[in-house]
């Protein structure tokens, strides 16, 4: 064989050449992807290797062995460099990230030449073993500048990483410690230096604790101690009290409230036409909890009733005592979805409302969402009985309750939506708070497991539902096809499985929201290893992004679109090939991707003309805009982290809300949409969503009431 004949082989990969002029590896580089950067990422490495060849095709090194390395050889060695290629990630951001894959490509290039061995088969009798001593002896060369550079620029890089990580954990201590220097400024009136914000929270935390003999108490609601507690508000002061004395004494009667909502099987319907039947089961048990809800929270429904909308949905509207200032909203939902097996796996029947003896309720709706409905009514009636200034709060407060959100809310909340939009306009809101992510321990990797965060979502999950069908001509079962190409049922399972064998890639890049979350706790981590890696996510992304991948699948859902495969059907007798067969994936959405992209994405890795696939009609929803998670004090999410502290002493986070709430309906009416519950869970109690043993804390139940009077009170 001619070397100029294997040289033209090789060279035109640098250019766009012709499928028939390239060699057998091209065909297996170009498998890998259809993106050009990538797959001139993958080929670009190979330059100095052709550059050589050609050197040597001029004869400057050594040009009489070049004959010896036929095609084939060639071939297969560039076949094996792509299987190892396979290996390293396509999907980069950073310059750094893609210096990064380039060095890897070419370390590759240089083990595969370096180890390589290549046949003697030279007919002029020259070794072809002279052209791998000339290869060896350059790439010996080459591995030993690599390696003084790993190890010039290992201790740099590793004290860069130190030095990062320390600045970035100030920086978050000293943020937090303005946002509160610049609360307490609000709250007494005057200036404060960072000594005197100090001493104030010292002198904060010793009244609580004062707080405790009846002979403060009593003081203080007296007035006579207005000059000592003159650096608290009002809010602050009513918390005080609420925490010590008030909670204990309602606690109880919270706790029967829900016993009661849980004893409704308010279980949802996808009711087809606005015309609702009351004499309905569903219909009925709506009407007993709106009655339910009359009789135990008499001071608001005698001042401010609610409006029903569409029969079974509640509008609640408490005025506040500044006019000028725009509302905020709180939401919850009164119906919950079907609890199944219900006499079998069940500790207590999930209708009951049980109080076991220490204190945890149980049944259906205990943390979805009935726990909700009865926190935020309760604060409110508390507020409006125990509060000064004529127990009004700062801002016009709307309380939205659709009867429908487990199915969709299209008869619930959106017609809440309608409502607002025609009575105060599009964004009238100053934000909106809905159930969402709660307080959860071992949901952080890098976190104690028993670290409790708020993780409060600033967006949400899309969803759609795809369906896959493919038709065909039947048949007899006694006849069956030999190769199994046209049984309906195997190709709709080959395509399954390739649906389930390529997940859609992950969302971890800068800028991506749990990328934000591990950034926000970068001072809750146990060590400062664990520190130095996530404060240079910039630099180990990649293995951050691995391990949530494998290691948890609620932090997993949180950087991709989940892929679920939740009906199959095909087939109707067991003697008759089946003539039609379906399938149908849900999935969630992630804030960024689209839904036409990853129908895209389906039909590429399914890769099937012979299989429909298409969007089910009614059964999509696009992700949710990204509302602020910065600005000053007062701002809505700074408010909801300040209220977390407060109450329950949790660091917080923002989050992504991986489920779908009813605040899909309301992106018109504020910019500023909040998903979050707060209560307190293991990562393991969160599969009591929509499973069994569904329940809560008599004092979690407490904490939520007193969590929502201080956002409502504090909301200024």
Known sequence: MERVEWITNICPVLDDCSQSCRPPFMNELHALGEDDEVSKTLVLPTIPFCCFVCAAKDGSINGECIPSLPTQSISSLFGSLVQLLRFIPKERKSYLAKFTREFWVIITLVIVFATAKFPDDDDNGTPGAEIQVHLTEVLKQFLMLCLCLLVTMTPVLAV??????????????????????????????????????????????????????????????????EDELGFLSIEERNNIIYDRIMSPIRAESYADILAKAIQIPTVSKDYQTKDQDTSDDVGANILLMHKLLKERFPKLYQNYPPTVLNKYS????????????????????????????????????????????????????????????????????????????????????????????????????????????????????????????????????????????????????????????????????????????????????????????????????????????????????????????????????????????????????????????????????????????????????????????????????????????????????PPAPESPHEGLPGAPFLLIQECVQTTFGYPSAPSLCIGNTDTRWYWDLSQNIYRFSPVSLTIEDTKMFHGINERISKDALAKMVLFYRTLIMDSK
């Not at 929270?201 to 003999?213: C, N």
């Not at 935020?376 to 125990?386: G, K």
């Open 314 to 621: 509640l509008l609640f509207r408490i005025p506040g005592s500044n006019d000028d200032l725009p509302p905020i909203m709180l939401c919850a939902h009164l119906d919950v979805v079907p609890a199944p097996n219900k006499n079998e796996e069940w500790r207590h029947d999930p209708f009951s409302g049980w109080i076991d003896e220490d204190g945890m309720i149980w049944g259906r709706g205990a943390i979805d969402n009935k726990h909700n409905v009865v926190s935020i009514l309760a604060a409110i009636e508390d507020i409006l009985r125990f509060s000064d200034e004529d127990g009004l709060p700062p801002r016009t407060v709307y309380v939205a309750m659709g009867h429908d959100e487990e199915v969709g809310g299209r008869n619930g909340a959106q017609e809440i939506a309608r409502h607002l939009k025609d009575t105060l306009g599009c964004m009238s809101f100053y934000y909106i708070l809905d159930e969402g992510t709660m307080m959860v321990s071992g949901a952080i990797p890098g976190l104690p497991k028993n670290k409790h965060v708020a993780l409060i979502s600033i967006a949400e999950k899309g969803y759609m539902t795809v369906e896959m069908s493919i038709k065909g001509p039947g048949g007899h079962t006694s006849i069956p096809a030999v190769d199994n190409n046209t049984n309906l049922i195997a190709i709709m399972s080959r395509a399954i499985d390739r649906i389930e064998s390529n997940p859609v890639p992950a969302n971890f890049g800068p800028g991506s929201i749990f990328r934000k979350s591990l950034e926000y706790l970068l001072e809750h981590y146990e060590s400062f290893p664990l520190k130095c890696v996530f404060a240079n996510l910039w630099l180990f992304d990649s293995l951050i992004k691995f391990v949530i991948l494998r290691a948890n699948p609620a932090a997993a859902a949180m950087i991709r679109t989940t892929t679920a495969v939740v009906k199959i059907s095909g087939g109707e007798k067991y003697n008759v090939m089946p003539t039609e067969v379906k399938a149908y994936i849900n999935h969630r959405v992630h804030r960024y991707d689209t839904i036409q992209k990853i129908l895209r994405y389906d039909r590429k890795i399914i890769n099937d003309p012979r299989i429909k696939v298409s969007l089910v009609e009614g059964q999509t929803c």
């Open 160 to 225: 860069f990483c130190v030095v990062n990580t320390i600045i970035k954990v100030k920086k978050l201590k000293k943020h937090r410690f303005e946002n509160e220097k610049r609360k307490a400024e609000a709250n007494s009136g005057q200036r404060l230096p960072g000594s005197r914000h100090k001493h104030r929270q010292a002198k904060f935390d010793g009244y609580r604790e004062l707080l405790t003999s009846s002979n403060r108490l009593s003081s203080l609601q007296s007035g006579s101690e």
